[in-house]
């Protein structure tokens, strides 16, 4: 397979692996038919001024993963966008999100990656979102003879890589990628994730991406729009953004003034009773 370098290859299809009329403006899907499976393409974003041969997510890359999946799969690709890019904020709430929306994210780590990529992988991992790098052998991050602080050479493969990975697996190419995507997708019954374990910072980016970004993102927007089974994870996750910061403290009964008058009256004449006894 010949690597996409340098400038990754556009799809026409905008957030999916097919053409649009497969994807985006397709067929209703029927009832008896099941749902895609929804991934997450991490990796790294073509900038301008990057010296040296570059490796991304491109048709070459994701052809050979539709390859390996051989079903239907919708990918989300950070790189396919039309929100603000200037704004931290926006990159991270549509990132973050649809690692959070996705049934699986495919780590693309065959070069060296930012730390955005490390970033979605325990994002992926605190949230229950499986995670499958691909890792070729005598590259960066897998190396079988690696010498690290003066150490004895042993088989180096990146432990927050490695870790993070759904069942611990790392996958030589796309392909194979595809495939272990193919057998997670049969084992998979629904989505769920950890919607509790969301903090402050992540909920604050979300909230700013949905209600100022998400309308003008034409690429998600419309995947939302095709996939209503993709818009009820997104309601789940606006119902949890919904919730207080804190919960509510227990609240203290009212005393009102005639009854702590009568209170204290009580307490008066009591004491007054004690008096007497002792007196006698």
């Not at 904020?89 to 549509?94: D, L, N, Q, T």
């Not at 005639?258 to 007054?272: D, F, P, V």
């Amino acid at each position: 397979m010949k690597p996409t370098k340098n400038k990754p290859a556009s799809i026409s299809s905008g957030c999916g692996l097919f053409p649009k009329s497969k994807s985006i403006v397709g067929k209703r899907r029927r009832p008896q038919e099941k749902p895609p499976f929804f991934v997450y393409l991490s990796g790294s974003i073509a900038k301008v001024g990057h010296s040296g041969e570059h490796l991304y997510w491109g048709l070459t890359e994701k052809q050979a993963f539709k390859k390996g999946v051989n079903a239907d799969v919708v990918c989300f690709d950070p790189a396919d966008r039309e929100d603000d890019i200037s704004s931290g904020e926006s990159v991270v709430g549509r990132d973050l999100l649809m690692v959070l929306l996705a049934d699986a994210v495919i780590v693309d780590a065959r070069q060296r990656r930012g730390v955005g990529v490390g970033a979605e992988v325990i994002f992926a991992d605190q949230m229950g979102t499986p995670s499958l790098p691909i890792i070729p052998a005598e590259t960066h991050y897998n190396k079988m003879n690696a010498k690290i602080l003066g150490r004895e050479p042993f088989h180096f493969i990146h432990p927050f890589l490695k870790q993070f990975a759904s069942d611990k697996q790392i996958y030589d190419d796309f392909d194979s990628a595809g495939k272990a995507l193919s057998a997670l997708m049969s084992s998979t019954s629904k989505w769920d994730r950890q919607l509790s374990n969301l903090t402050e910072q992540v909920k604050g980016c979300f909230r700013f991406y949905i209600k100022t970004q998400l309308t003008q993102d034409k690429v998600f927007h419309s995947c939302l729009e095709s996939h209503p089974e993709l818009n009820q994870r997104l309601n789940q996750v606006e119902r949890a953004l919904s919730v207080a910061k804190h919960k509510p403290l227990a609240a203290v009964p009212v005393i009102k003034p005639r009854e702590q008058q009568l209170r204290m009256q009580k307490k008066t004449n009591r004491s007054a009773v004690m008096s007497l006894r002792n007196a006698v």
